[in-house]
């Protein structure tokens, strides 16, 4: 991935800022750390939620439970076109899959 950051002076200062990397093949990458990202918000918002005595459903007052399912949904849709997407995190180079590799050559 590619990254860049600018910068500029101010009247009393000096500013950095991170550029967005809109690089193509870089966004399947941003969308799985985007829906991991609102996967585990909603999982907070869930807990959150039983904390406050809902446990088992969601508050139904204004709609929360039926617009919270529907941000879910439309998250995972948003994910679902990446899935196929040659990412650059993944498992295959997890150290789980090479010894799982390695264990597999000793077998054989």
Known sequence: ?????SGT???????????PNVTEADISVKAMVAVISLHRICDCTERFARSLGHVGE????????ERFQRARDSAWKAFEPHLKSMNAIGIQQSRFMMKQQQKKKIHE
Do not use: I
């Open 9 to 19: 002076m101010l009247e009393k200062g000096y500013v950095v800022m991170a550029l």
């Open 58 to 65: 969601l508050p139904t007052r204004f709609r929360f439970s």
């Open 1 to 5: 991935m590619l990254h860049d950051a």
